[in-house]
Every structure is written in C-alpha cells, then in structure tokens.
C-alpha cells in the first residue's frame, strides 16, 4: 500500500481573497504531496509570486505559501491510500503533464467556476481539475467530473482519508531565492496575461490548442521541463 497526500491550502493574496468570497469556503488552493514532509507539492498554481495569472504546473515549496511574508500556512491535510500501481499511474501523469508543451492553466474557467460549476478545456487544468486527474489515475472514484472539483468538493470526497488541519511550519526560508519571487517587469506581465487569455479563448471554441501556440508565452521559460524532477518513483 503506497500514500498519496493531498493539501488544501488558502493562499494569503487578494486573489485568494476574492476566491474565498466566491466559493465561500476557506482553503483556495489543493496540491499533491508524496511524502509526508510536505517540502514538496505538485500543483498549478501562480508561476510567480505576483503575478497570479500566469499560472500552469509547478513544483511548490512551502514557502510559496506564505508568498515570502510571515504568515501562517494554513492547511488542510488527506492521506489516501492507494495501490503500487496507482501510484505509479500517478507519477507517470504527473510526468506526463509536467513534460507536455501544450498543457497550460486553465485561468478562465477557475474564475468562472464557482459561477458555472466547471467546464472541460483542451489540456488546460486549474489546481482542482490538476489533482483529480491525479487521483484518478491512482484509481480513486471520483464523484464528480474532474473539472467540477474546487477544494471544498475534495474535502468531501476525501473525508474518510483526513489526517490534519491546523497549520504547517513556515520557519524555512528555502525557496526564496527560487524564480518564484522575482520581479516580472509589467510589460511582460501585461503581454503574456493577454496570450493567455487569447489562447484559452481559442481553445474554448476550437477544442485544441492554436496552430502557432508557444509555450514560452504562457510561462517563464522552459526550465520546469529541463529540471530534475522531485518526483519520487
């Protein structure tokens, strides 16, 4: 029997603030972690600190959390059970959207979620379709479409695997230094927000990704597929 763990977490930011609000629940963000030190998550989330809509699939630490500032790092924590090959299944998915170009963050529809109730977009995910896919392919029933789940769905479905709530330790400072907290000069900021939009809108109507699609336009550069992966196999 191997271990998947998922987090529910509440980002401190206005843009969590507003989710807050629009979902009414307190945890806005969920993650997957594979051990349970939680110093390693895998989610799509924000690329950099501040500049919430340029998001995709990210390797976090805990200090992404916080967003560099001393805060609590609020929590809510499951531990799911699953087969070896489950987890395995897994970690190939994670490697496989990891490594895939194409995939991007699905900013639109997690804005409009809460409104209407979630909606398939070519390989597109937010962090709640991000870690149902990955609980999928671990074998767990879901009971909604994958692209339904918003942290409070996965409160419910993983009831029966909860393990803690309460807050994690945010004394590290290790990440700080990480791309995660630079400066994006409002120039880009501004340019890559728009591609981003441009092309989800694309690809709501075409149901795939545009003809000249670039990848380096949704994100900062193409480390996260050239970097040594944390994943453990």
Known sequence: MEYIYILLLYLPSGFGRLTQRATGYRYTHAAVS???????????????AKTPPISGYIEEKRIYYTLGEDVPIYTKIFRVPVTKDGYQNAIQYMEDVKNDPEIMYNLIHMLLIPVFGGHPLYKAFHCGEFVAKVLEAAGIKLHQPYYRYTPKLFSEL??????????????????????????????????KTLYIIKELLFRQVFHRASRHFRPEKVRFSNRIYEQKSHIRK
């Open 34 to 48: 594979l051990d349970d030190t939680y110093t390693h998550f895998y989610a799509f989330s924000r690329l950099r």
């Open 158 to 191: 993983l009831e029966p695997y909860f393990l803690y709530e309460g807050t994690l330790d945010n004394s590290s400072r290790d990440g700080m230094e990480d791309d995660f907290f630079r400066e994006t000069p409002k120039k880009e900021y501004l340019a």
